[in-house]
């Protein structure tokens, strides 16, 4: 039997095509040896940043604390599902051992693999199968996903995949009025929320859409699908409310915003402001605690945006431009231009967003939620930093876009060579 019967049927396919998605990046895994940990001065910060920092002191029944190379106390900086499942795989393996080195990358790898499934589930239900295996085909070979997954221990191969998941679901969401359905969209609302908060914000094309769509109807399964997801995300908001006084799903904004917009950059990311690289800046975290330090961040941006309103404004275009091409309007020292990032984000954008005109030309009804989802995920990172790993996550839905314009480019050439010449038939 040849590879393409085997793998006609859409199951065989998914089946494929995630086994060489994983099997690709085990490979890479292992022919790279980025596995390995590096014994340095900082605690084995590297093994996951803060979340590698906070899944330690888990592990180590120190509680949800210290994210930083030195001990700070508790910590809501990160979604406490993450560093759960880190820490899980310390208690197993060894805290930053090379065995839960490699544990975390398989995890990842599968994460980023089953992606596949979902990918295919929003092309065959938006823009039809072809587009779906398309996607699927593309996602099982890409560079920053494989990157992502096999070298850095972070959450952004799981936020992928509940991106993808989470838009698949909520595609049929919106077109219905059911409790039941809003509820379990609402669960896994709640889920994303408490993996990386910012996935938060794709409810809301889909969300408004039900309610210009079905009106009053939408209103009572809308407040279910609320209260749901709040009841997943209470208990974390109730650990922060009893441990900092303050109801919230994370802290670190005024710390992401106050590296991003300073007197030093032009809206890149100062790492030198980051307590994680300046040992005084960790112990005065450490000192007054960190809603306290936060406190202060949050003074120090509303001092310079007060005083500095055109650099950041000006910042803010800066990091829309990096978001979407990879390039910088006014680069500074660390954040010179590359022209193959630049030119590999600005493709994959450009394709995605002629595919996404494509969608709209042909009055396809899920245009809107593509459209809203790339309008609203990168907001807060706008005004934040702007970083490969945040373009990462709505990377699916550009894949999507672009094979689909692809395929209607080939299916129009095609159209045009299957046309019989009319100089030929006159004849």
């Given at each position: 039997?040849?590879?393409?019967?085997?793998?006609?049927?859409?199951?065989?396919?998914?089946?494929?095509?995630?086994?060489?998605?994983?099997?690709?990046?085990?490979?890479?895994?292992?022919?790279?040896?980025?596995?390995?940990?590096?014994?340095?001065?900082?605690?084995?910060?590297?093994?996951?940043?803060?979340?590698?920092?906070?899944?330690?002191?888990?592990?180590?029944?120190?509680?949800?604390?210290?994210?930083?190379?030195?001990?700070?106390?508790?910590?809501?900086?990160?979604?406490?599902?993450?560093?759960?499942?880190?820490?899980?795989?310390?208690?197993?393996?060894?805290?930053?051992?090379?065995?839960?080195?490699?544990?975390?990358?398989?995890?990842?790898?599968?994460?980023?693999?089953?992606?596949?499934?979902?990918?295919?589930?929003?092309?065959?239900?938006?823009?039809?199968?072809?587009?779906?295996?398309?996607?699927?085909?593309?996602?099982?070979?890409?560079?920053?996903?494989?990157?992502?997954?096999?070298?850095?221990?972070?959450?952004?191969?799981?936020?992928?995949?509940?991106?993808?998941?989470?838009?698949?679901?909520?595609?049929?969401?919106?077109?219905?009025?059911?409790?039941?359905?809003?509820?379990?969209?609402?669960?896994?609302?709640?889920?994303?929320?408490?993996?990386?908060?910012?996935?938060?914000?794709?409810?809301?094309?889909?969300?408004?859409?039900?309610?210009?769509?079905?009106?009053?109807?939408?209103?009572?399964?809308?407040?279910?699908?609320?209260?749901?997801?709040?009841?997943?995300?209470?208990?974390?908001?109730?650990?922060?409310?009893?441990?900092?006084?303050?109801?919230?799903?994370?802290?670190?904004?005024?710390?992401?915003?106050?590296?991003?917009?300073?007197?030093?950059?032009?809206?890149?990311?100062?790492?030198?402001?980051?307590?994680?690289?300046?040992?005084a800046l960790n112990q005065h975290w450490s000192e007054v605690g960190e809603q306290r330090f936060m406190e202060e961040d949050r003074e120090s941006n509303a001092q310079f945006v007060n005083s500095?309103?055109?650099?950041?404004?000006?910042?803010?275009?800066?990091?829309?431009?990096?978001?979407?091409?990879?390039?910088?309007?006014?680069?500074?020292?660390?954040?010179?231009?590359?022209?193959?990032?630049?030119?590999?984000?600005?493709?994959?954008?450009?394709?995605?967003?002629?595919?996404?005109?494509?969608?709209?030309?042909?009055?396809?009804?899920?245009?809107?939620?593509?459209?809203?989802?790339?309008?609203?995920?990168?907001?807060?990172?706008?005004?934040?930093?702007?970083?490969?790993?945040?373009?990462?996550?709505?990377?699916?839905?550009?894949?999507?876009?672009?094979?689909?314009?692809?395929?209607?480019?080939?299916?129009?050439?095609?159209?045009?060579?299957?046309?019989?010449?009319?100089?030929?038939i006159s004849l």
């Amino acid at each position: 039997m040849s590879v393409w019967k085997t793998v006609q049927t859409p199951k065989r396919f998914l089946l494929v095509v995630s086994l060489f998605a994983f099997c690709l990046r085990l490979c890479v895994l292992f022919a790279a040896g980025t596995y390995h940990v590096v014994e340095d001065d900082t605690n084995h910060f590297g093994f996951g940043w803060e979340m590698g920092r906070v899944a330690s002191s888990i592990a180590e029944g120190r509680g949800f604390a210290s994210p930083l190379p030195s001990p700070t106390g508790p910590t809501a900086i990160v979604g406490p599902v993450y560093p759960l499942l880190l820490s899980g795989i310390f208690k197993v393996f060894g805290i930053y051992s090379v065995e839960s080195a490699i544990a975390v990358r398989i995890l990842q790898s599968i994460f980023s693999s089953l992606t596949c499934v979902f990918l295919y589930l929003c092309g065959r239900d938006t823009m039809g199968e072809s587009v779906g295996r398309l996607a699927a085909l593309v996602w099982s070979v890409f560079p920053l996903n494989i990157f992502f997954t096999v070298t850095k221990v972070w959450e952004t191969s799981l936020t992928a995949i509940l991106a993808t998941a989470l838009f698949w679901y909520m595609l049929e969401t919106g077109n219905s009025v059911s409790s039941k359905r809003w509820s379990k969209t609402g669960a896994l609302l709640g889920i994303a929320a408490l993996v990386n908060t910012s996935l938060v914000v794709l409810i809301v094309p889909i969300g408004l859409s039900a309610l210009w769509r079905n009106r009053s109807r939408a209103l009572i399964p809308t407040f279910v699908g609320a209260l749901t997801c709040l009841a997943v995300v209470s208990p974390w908001l109730v650990r922060n409310y009893v441990v900092f006084g303050k109801v919230m799903l994370r802290s670190n904004f005024p710390l992401e915003f106050r590296i991003g917009n300073n007197e030093l950059s032009y809206g890149q990311k100062m790492e030198s402001l980051h307590p994680s690289n300046t040992p005084a800046l960790n112990q005065h975290w450490s000192e007054v605690g960190e809603q306290r330090f936060m406190e202060e961040d949050r003074e120090s941006n509303a001092q310079f945006v007060n005083s500095h309103p055109g650099r950041f404004a000006f910042s803010i275009m800066n990091r829309m431009v990096n978001y979407w091409t990879g390039a910088w309007v006014r680069p500074i020292s660390g954040f010179s231009n590359v022209l193959p990032v630049i030119g590999a984000t600005s493709l994959l954008s450009a394709l995605g967003f002629l595919g996404l005109w494509r969608l709209y030309s042909s009055a396809n009804p899920s245009a809107h939620n593509y459209a809203g989802c790339l309008a609203i995920y990168p907001i807060v990172y706008y005004v934040t930093t702007s970083q490969p790993r945040f373009f990462h996550a709505i990377t699916p839905l550009l894949i999507l876009l672009g094979a689909y314009f692809a395929l209607e480019c080939l299916n129009r050439v095609a159209a045009r060579e299957a046309r019989p010449d009319r100089s030929m038939i006159s004849l």
